[in-house]
């Protein structure tokens, strides 16, 4: 069964920092990988997609890379910002089937100014 | 385009009572999801649908019915709410040709 964790659970950095959120996986056989944003009692925004067949995908100052050999993602955040602050997850999709993303349950960001 | 939006946003419920969570989507969407997210556990997904008048059981389907009469909506049903159910719920859809989730605003259900 495939799981997705993510370490730390918990982040915290100065403003202005450049940092790493960790995505690992068990089964490498996914289809697409995606980060989304959550902010406190609110839904989930997505913030980048990365198909199977790709390594990375750039959105601003996010940059999320994927190995799927490995079974690892990353989503690296430069100059970080206190609006930055939220908890972050990372979801894949095991086949183009309806069947619906596994999550990770998250990194939660804080970044103090 | 409001994309995907869940009614209501808050609900407290006695045990026993029963409810029906809607989801409607305006981006004709062919995907929909129910997730329920609790804290230590992550988002769980509860039921799905592949299109019109299809569904299917997720990974927490017990208590729960759905239903997709029209390609936009998914209905949520808890026929005899339980205090496990407690949770907030999360509708999402995604097209059929691109795999990019989009999710609702969440509901926060509480049962006592």
């Known amino acids: 069964k495939q799981e997705v964790t993510q370490i730390p659970a918990a982040l915290s950095v100065p403003e202005g920092e450049n940092l790493v959120l960790n995505c690992s996986f068990t089964d490498s056989a996914i289809y697409n990988l995606q980060w989304f944003r959550q902010d406190p009692g609110k839904g989930l925004t997505s913030l980048l997609l990365i198909q199977s067949s790709q390594r990375e995908q750039t959105s601003g100052r996010l940059n999320a890379s994927l190995d799927k050999s490995s079974g690892r993602s990353t989503l690296y955040i430069a100059a970080s910002q206190p609006g930055d602050s939220a908890t972050y997850l990372c979801?894949?999709?095991?086949?183009?089937?309806?069947?619906?993303?596994?999550f990770g349950k998250g990194t939660t960001l804080s970044v103090s100014s | 385009n409001a994309g995907v939006t869940q009614t209501p946003k808050f609900r407290v419920l006695k045990t026993g009572q029963s409810m029906t969570l809607l989801c409607a989507q305006d981006m004709n969407h062919e995907y929909m999801y129910w997730y329920r997210q609790d804290p230590g556990m992550g988002l769980r997904l509860i039921h799905y649908s592949v299109g019109e008048g299809t569904t299917a059981k997720g990974e927490v389907p017990d208590g729960y019915n759905v239903s997709r009469l029209k390609k936009q909506n998914f209905l949520l049903g808890l026929e005899s709410a339980a205090p496990s159910q407690t949770s907030v719920y999360f509708c999402?859809?995604?097209?059929?040709?691109?795999?990019?989730?989009?999710f609702g605003p969440g509901t926060r259900l509480t049962v006592t």
């Open positions: 999402a859809s995604r097209p059929g040709g691109i795999y990019e989730q989009y």
């Open positions: 979801a894949l999709l095991e086949s183009q089937a309806g069947t619906a993303l596994i």
